[in-house]
């Protein structure tokens, strides 16, 4: 009876010929979380996925391409230049867009569920011509940008008849990951200490200890940081000027002239309104 197993590990590290399973975009793009990891990993089996994607490019065929598998064979590029062990790599078509115009929880479903459909087609094609597999390897798929909760994807894993290792990071990372804190770019520390965000593992067990210490130095980096630009602006924050400046007060003086001038003129005005004294007066006589 075919079975998904769940253990802690890194998918890269399966052994040669294992074929690698994670969900991908339609549109051509390996930007986040594990989809990131398998492109820095295999930047020539990314162009085939690419080239996929966009042959052509028009709305209509990525939109064709969503329930669909793309099985890429181990590139020589990338056994050239690379770690890699001659993994295959499936990409499974579960949602047409990324980011915020990811598709609906419902779609995604649905269309793993095709994809590995597929899959299975595609891998009994290379069979039929000599080919040999080795055990199928995952993270868990959706549940990272996708936002899928896992045990709903591996439901429709478990009724696909495929045996499954779904690899995924120890309790020790996964704590680390959602209490790492920002460092003011929007990425996390543990974005770029272990590139483990997203849609399942990177790291081995093993190397769990060694992460959480880089993570926490790197935590303590930014906090420092964080209270040097607050002591700097305090610092350097406007203070009210003690004197006053000379234009103040020769622009004070000039006001206080000008109102003289003419209080004065207003008081000439007003004697020149009365005219003479009346006879009888003291002036008069």
């Known amino acids: 009876m075919p079975r998904i197993t769940e253990d802690t590990g890194d998918i890269f590290a399966a052994p040669q010929n294992s074929v690698l399973i994670h969900a991908c975009n339609c549109r051509g793009v390996w930007g986040n979380g594990v989809a990131l990891e398998f492109k820095k990993r295999y930047p020539q089996a990314f162009e085939v996925y690419r080239e996929e994607c966009n042959t052509p490019s028009s709305e209509f065929h990525q939109k064709s391409l969503l329930g669909t ?24 078509f579960t949602s047409v867009d990324y980011g915020r115009k990811v598709s609906s929880e419902l779609v995604i479903l649905e269309s793993t569920k095709k994809a590995m459909v597929d899959l299975q087609k595609k891998m009994k094609f290379w069979k039929a011509r000599g080919q ?15 936002g899928v909760p896992w045990d709903r994807t591996k439901r429709i894993l478990e009724q696909c008849g495929m045996d499954v290792k779904v690899v995924a990071p120890g309790a020790e990372v996964v704590e680390a990951v959602e209490e790492s804190k920002q460092d003011g770019t929007g990425t996390s ?12 593992s990177l790291l081995d067990s093993s190397n769990e200890g060694s992460v959480m210490e880089k993570t926490s ?3 303590a980096k930014i906090s420092k940081k964080r209270k040097e630009r ?33 209080d004065k003129n207003e008081s000439r005005s007003r004697e020149k309104a009365k005219g003479k004294a ?4 003291e002036e008069s006589r």
């Open 69 to 92: 598998a793309l099985l890429i064979p181990p590139q020589d590029e990338d056994l050239a230049t690379s770690a890699d062990e001659g993994h295959w790599i499936a990409c499974l």
């Open 132 to 146: 040999e597999f080795g055990d199928l390897w995952a993270v868990k798929i959706n549940s990272g940008k996708f």
């Open 189 to 200: 520390v543990i974005d770029k200490t272990a590139a483990v965000v997203g849609q399942g």
């Open 217 to 219: 130095k790197d935590t």
């Open 230 to 262: 607050k002591e700097s602006s305090v610092v350097n924050e406007p203070q009210p000027s003690e004197k006053v400046s000379e234009d103040q007060v020769r622009s004070s003086k000039r006001r206080k002239d000008k109102k003289h001038d003419s």
């Open 278 to 281: 009346p006879k009888g007066s």
